[in-house]
């Protein structure tokens, strides 16, 4: 096993791998992560999705079968993730069962072209959910308003959520209280109030937007000053008495999970972002590059400090600059919801070509 990544995991922090493929999985390249990296999870987006089906050829015969079959759009979509996560979620069960379900999580997002429709993404999230009948499975639902409303009454459900495409500290407190209120009314209503959710938290977009913006003296410290202002308020939200109340009837926390943190500077360190965030009880998602980058030759920063550290002073820094961090944050929000809709899109486009010759058979 790999000593950094072990020592990592031993302080307390989850690494989960930000990516998902077929050549991953078949190639038993997952598996060696989770065994030698201390990978205990696995997340994805419609990005990486678009990547993985539309670049190369590991699911072209796939399509042709299921699209025979009479699938098609985002059916034929969903079911190409579902085998891709099903069998990720079997090589994380030992993580799931060790960790009695804190650890060992996949993740299948709703489709992002829902993000402002919170009935229908009820819907979506527990029919994923339902068709999948996988115990290690977290439904991603982005943090837009309409996301917030939806995952409430999801959780209410008994349906496992990561909220997505969180920026700011108002953004992780939104999902906080959706999932609090969610665990009450469980509670009120005599249900089990162990439903598991993290929160993801996005990083190295706010440094890569605003870089042309600054001077070079403050490249690649907005993103961290955000993240430990949130990690703050995650760190206070817990010590309330609220949360403590949850806690005493059996609720589990909603994990804070640092997302987007590959560098994105040519002239930082690879590793800038996981030396940054460490963090007992948080999970850092990593893109396959930064993992690897991580196990070869990267350091273990100090652990945040729960009063936020110099983040306050940082932030008042940037404003000083120029910088709305207010608006910023709800511009990068919806900018990752049209990214994801884009890449949706575009994956629907190449599988309908994919299909095609399947369907003129068919007719045939």
């Given at each position: ?17 930000d990516s998902i493929n077929r050549e991953l999985l078949n190639s038993g390249t997952l598996a060696r992560y989770i065994s030698e990296l201390s990978i205990t999870g696995l997340t994805s987006n419609p990005t990486i999705l678009e990547r993985a089906i539309a670049h190369g050829d590991g699911y072209d015969e796939r399509i042709r079968v299921l699209s025979a079959a009479g699938l098609s759009g985002e059916e034929l979509l969903f079911e190409l ?284």
């Amino acid at each position: 096993m790999n000593n950094i990544t072990h020592r990592l995991h031993a302080l307390g922090q989850s690494l989960w791998l930000d990516s998902i493929n077929r050549e991953l999985l078949n190639s038993g390249t997952l598996a060696r992560y989770i065994s030698e990296l201390s990978i205990t999870g696995l997340t994805s987006n419609p990005t990486i999705l678009e990547r993985a089906i539309a670049h190369g050829d590991g699911y072209d015969e796939r399509i042709r079968v299921l699209s025979a079959a009479g699938l098609s759009g985002e059916e034929l979509l969903f079911e190409l993730a579902l085998e891709d996560l099903t069998q990720a979620a079997e090589l994380l069960r030992p993580a799931f069962d060790a960790s009695d379900g804190v650890d060992g999580w996949v993740s299948l997002e709703v489709s992002p072209l829902l993000a402002d429709n919170a009935a229908h993404t009820i819907q979506a999230a527990n029919r994923l959910f339902a068709r999948a009948a996988l115990a290690n499975l977290l439904i991603k639902i982005p943090g837009t308003t309409q996301g917030i409303q939806a995952v409430e009454e999801v959780v209410f459900d008994g349906v496992p959520v990561n909220v997505t495409l969180l920026f700011s500290r108002e953004h992780y407190l939104a999902a906080a209280e959706a999932y609090m209120r969610a665990i009450e009314r469980r509670l009120a209503a005599g249900l089990d109030p162990k439903v598991e959710s993290v929160a993801s938290v996005f990083v190295s977009r706010w440094d890569t937007t605003v870089k042309l913006e600054i001077a070079t003296a403050f490249h690649n410290r907005l993103g961290i000053a955000m993240a430990m202002r949130t990690y703050r308020a995650h760190r206070e939200l817990l010590a309330s008495e609220r949360w403590q109340k949850l806690a005493a009837a059996g609720a589990r926390p909603q994990r804070l999970l640092w997302a987007s943190t590959a560098t994105g500077d040519a002239a930082a360190t690879d590793t800038l972002y996981v030396k940054a965030l460490v963090a007992a009880g948080t999970i850092n998602t990593l893109a396959e590059k930064t993992l690897l980058a991580f196990a070869d030759h990267g350091l273990i920063g100090t652990p945040m400090r729960a009063d936020g550290g110099y983040s306050d002073a940082v932030l008042e820094e940037f404003r000083r600059e120029g910088v709305d961090d207010a608006a910023l944050a709800e511009r990068l929000q919806r900018e990752g919801v049209e990214s994801f809709a884009t890449s949706w899109h575009a994956t629907l486009s190449c599988i309908r070509d994919m299909s095609a010759p399947a369907a003129a058979a068919a007719l045939a």
